[in-house]
């Protein structure tokens, strides 16, 4: 079984760094894509980055594109979100997400099942 587990959110000023990891705390292997999702206070929950297990393909949205880094270390079953350059619109709890599907990565929230209970980000101005 899965249960995921982040780690990394803290409080940062413009412009700072943070690293978040999402581990599977039970220890054991899958093989699913994984994504991180953020929702800020007011809004939805929307995709930020996602990586393909299969072959490690990397999908960002828009507005990350550049400052954002998705990796994985397949030997701790860990994925990682290096976030560079923060911005106050980034503030959000950031979430983890499996998707047991074979299939590309999604950008939606539905085509996960499961998910941790995700960490806080906030950035100042």
């Known amino acids: 079984q899965v249960q995921l587990t982040e780690s990394g959110g803290g409080l940062v000023q413009t412009g700072g760094s943070l690293r978040l990891s999402c581990a599977n705390s039970?220890?054991?292997?899958?093989?699913?894509?994984r994504a991180w999702f953020r929702r800020a206070p007011g809004k939805g929950r929307e995709f930020v980055a996602g990586i393909g297990w299969k072959d490690g393909s990397t999908y960002y949205r828009a507005s990350v594109k550049g400052r954002f880094t998705v990796s994985r270390d397949n030997a701790r079953n860990t994925v990682y979100l290096q976030m560079n350059d923060l911005k106050p619109e980034d503030t959000a709890r950031y979430y983890c997400?499996?998707?047991?599907?074979?299939?590309?990565?999604?950008?939606?929230?539905?085509?996960?099942?499961?998910w941790g209970q995700g960490t806080q980000v906030t950035v100042s101005s």
């Open positions: 039970l220890g054991t292997s899958t093989s699913d894509n």
């Open positions: 997400a499996g998707d047991t599907n074979d299939r590309p990565v999604a950008r939606e929230e539905a085509a996960y099942s499961y």
